[in-house]
């Protein structure tokens, strides 16, 4: 395989020979055409099983398909029928018909799009790591694409929720600057932890600085979609997303996240005692039970409460909220005490309109959001202690014992650290 070594002085490029790609790519046309034996060979065996007489007719002309290690070349298979009952068409699963690139490049060219790269300069850009197969993205192929995500988002906007149970939700808005009328969009997203633990995207809209009408909208869709009422929902302080959860689902219990509170409350102390503020903090979220947390608010009040009045104010009128976690399994309380899931995700897309000037549409923002989430959604692990969803996620009552002499073991210390160190501050408390 032949690669473009990139040269930013402005020089032309000039190519190199790469053994390693091109001994993968290799042994990837290897296994590519042993794969489409076992196809057609199955297919062969399924219809002289039937009572049809057909035999193999050789191969398709040879095409080249993009991969992630450059083109690979393959032959597909032909059938061919001899009892006159009509020709057969065999389509591999593995490599359909006209396919000319692989789903990874897909992946590929949305992440570019999101980091900054303009559909005239995808193919260039590309070019660099997939070799001159990269050529074959042209704007066009870009702009369908875009077109092809715009449907599939559309489609997943309707699916049906109700086959899952979601013991857990996260919500959080995302905001992106884009070209128009409007200057920034608000994208309102809820991920769902469903009764294995797994984690869902459950939606993406567009939304109002997060307001009370806009969350109740995105809520409203959810139950009509036969989404349950979750046990708790986890968000930042946005306002507008508790008073419509409290609306739309009265019973589940709300936990602030403690990245977006402990950002909150640093806010209102020098920079130079920020460190030790945020130790004490810490002390806070990692009490073994709900009794040590309260003490550790308590003493936090004492502290600073003569000198920093409006920090301790700022964590002391959420302390309900901000302890809800205590409710549940101690292996979700890791998982449970900020919505880290999603600023993780999207925080990429946040950076794209500083490389790009103009950026994209509402309707193109969203479907790349769409791709980048589902992209992600792929590598989300199950939560801790899985197992536990079953009953629904709920800390058992401890058991009621009497006399003198007994004593009730805490909770183990969950593991894990929260560390505030994202420089995007949360909006609202």
Known sequence: MTMITPDFSGKPTYAVTDAVTELLRVHARHLIATALEVEVTEMVNELKSAGRDVVRNGYLPERSVTTAIGDVEVEVPRIRSRDGNGSINFSSKLIPPYLRRSKSIDTWVAYAYLKGISERDMAQVLEVVLGEGAKKLTPNVVSSLKVEWKTKFDEWKKRDLSRDTFSYIYADGIYQEIRGDNPKLCVLVVIGVDDQGRKHLLTLENGTRESTQSWREVLIDLKSRGMNEPLLAIGDGALG?????????????????????????????????????????????????????????????????????????????????????????????????????????????????????????????????????????????????????????????????????????????????????????????
């Open 241 to 429: 997303f508790w008073a419509a959860l409290s609306e739309i689902y009265p019973e589940t219990k709300h936990q602030r996240c403690w990245f977006h509170k402990t950002a909150n409350i640093l806010n209102y102390v020098p920079k130079s005692l920020r460190p030790k503020v945020k130790e004490d903090i810490h002390e806070i979220w990692k009490s073994p039970t709900r009794d040590h947390a309260k003490r550790a608010i308590a003493t936090f009040e004492t502290k600073y409460g003569a000198k920093y009045p409006k920090a301790v104010h700022c964590l002391t009128k959420d302390t309900d909220a901000l302890l809800a976690f205590y409710d549940f399994p101690a292996e979700h309380w890791v998982h449970l005490r900020t919505s880290n899931p999603i600023e993780s995700t999207f925080s990429i897309v946040r950076h794209r309109t500083i490389k790009v000037k103009g950026a994209f549409s509402n309707e193109s923002a969203l479907a790349m959001l769409y791709q980048l989430g589902l992209e992600a959604e792929r590598s989300w692990r199950r939560i801790t202690g899985h197992e536990r969803m079953a009953s629904g996620g709920r800390e058992p009552p401890p058991p009621a014992l009497t006399g003198p002499d007994v004593r009730l073991s805490p909770h183990p210390a969950p593991t894990g650290r929260l560390s505030v160190t994202w420089e995007q501050l949360p909006v609202g408390e």
